[in-house]
């Protein structure tokens, strides 16, 4: 099936919507399609669609804990899974300001936003901003099967880059030189290791485990990162 979006006067919007009936020929469309010069000048844009199921709702009190928030968030809308709630970099036990709210299909997440236009709907007495967070970009089998990469995130600020390598050394079994090398910034980390095989052990050891003063989480970045990434330019925007 193909859609084509069209506006009030009958033109079309320039973009539309194809849907294939398997996976292989959709990545192969999108391979040969994109930056395709369908006339002269004229080339096509083609990336992965996806059906956006997850909201960005700012201006949330930073005391709110995220079963608060979970239940706020399904008594105003309906058809809410989960929300995912980032601490503050300063004081685990507050939230920065924002949440994302998971629901159980794009077209209750699309109803959840129209009602939540600014003005509409005040949380804890607070005026909230909400719009469609950034989709988790998808990653190529081939290349998750050679990243070598952890992400940790929810460490305390005074974590060091020494702990973490010390720490993330025992968790793989490895000697001294299993890691190549530690980058923390604020309250998160990459870890970078020389084989795979050493990142997966850390990862399955040390992910969720109780450290000083936080809870640490050690996942692969494919997706990891794309939500940190988003966090952090919500929160930007948010003014954090």
Same mark, same amino acid.
């Given at each position: 099936?193909?859609?084509?979006?069209?506006?009030?006067?009958?033109?079309?919007?320039?973009?539309?919507?194809?849907?294939?009936?398997?996976?292989?020929?959709?990545?192969?469309?999108?391979?040969?399609?994109?930056?395709?010069?369908?006339?002269?000048?004229?080339?096509?844009?083609?990336?992965?669609?996806?059906?956006?199921?997850?909201?960005?709702? $700012?201006?949330?009190?930073?005391?709110?804990?995220?079963?608060?928030?979970?239940?706020?968030?399904?008594?105003?809308?309906?058809?809410?899974?989960?929300?995912?709630?980032?601490?503050? *970099?300063?004081?685990?036990?507050?939230?920065?300001?924002?949440?994302?709210?998971?629901?159980?299909?794009?077209?209750?997440?699309?109803?959840?936003?129209?009602?939540?236009?600014?003005?509409?709907?005040?949380?804890?007495?607070?005026?909230?901003?909400?719009?469609?967070?950034?989709?988790?970009?998808?990653?190529?089998?081939?290349?998750?099967?050679?990243?070598?990469?952890?992400?940790?995130?929810?460490?305390?600020?005074?974590?060091?880059?020494?702990?973490?390598?010390?720490?993330?050394?025992?968790?793989?079994?490895? $000697?001294?030189?299993?890691?190549?090398?530690?980058?923390?910034?604020?309250?998160?980390?990459?870890?970078?290791?020389?084989?795979?095989?050493? *990142?997966?052990? *850390?990862?399955?050891?040390?992910?969720?485990?109780?450290?000083?003063?936080?809870?640490?989480?050690?996942?692969?970045?494919?997706?990891?990162?794309?939500?940190?990434?988003?966090?952090?330019?919500?929160?930007?925007?948010?003014?954090?």
């Amino acid at each position: 099936m193909f859609r084509l979006m069209m506006d009030f006067s009958g033109s079309n919007r320039g973009y539309g919507f194809c849907i294939y009936t398997n996976r292989e020929d959709t990545k192969r469309a999108v391979h040969e399609l994109d930056n395709y010069e369908i006339r002269k000048g004229k080339t096509l844009g083609v990336c992965l669609s996806v059906d956006n199921c997850r909201l960005f709702v $700012g201006g949330i009190p930073k005391s709110k804990a995220k079963h608060e928030i979970l239940a706020e968030m399904k008594k105003i809308t309906e058809g809410v899974r989960d929300v995912i709630v980032y601490p503050s *970099a300063a004081d685990k036990g507050k939230n920065r300001g924002f949440a994302f709210v998971e629901y159980e299909h794009h077209k209750a997440a699309a109803m959840a936003r129209r009602k939540l236009i600014p003005g509409r709907i005040q949380l804890w007495g607070h005026q909230i901003a909400v719009d469609w967070a950034e989709p988790e970009r998808e990653v190529d089998e081939d290349i998750m099967s050679k990243v070598k990469i952890l992400y940790v995130r929810n460490l305390m600020l005074t974590t060091t880059e020494e702990h973490l390598r010390e720490l993330f050394t025992q968790a793989c079994g490895g $000697g001294c030189d299993c890691i190549e090398r530690v980058k923390k910034i604020r309250d998160y980390a990459f870890v970078h290791f020389r084989e795979r095989s050493d *990142a997966i052990t *850390a990862m399955e050891k040390i992910d969720a485990q109780l450290l000083p003063g936080q809870k640490s989480s050690a996942q692969n970045p494919a997706a990891a990162a794309a939500a940190a990434a988003a966090a952090a330019a919500a929160a930007m925007a948010n003014g954090q």
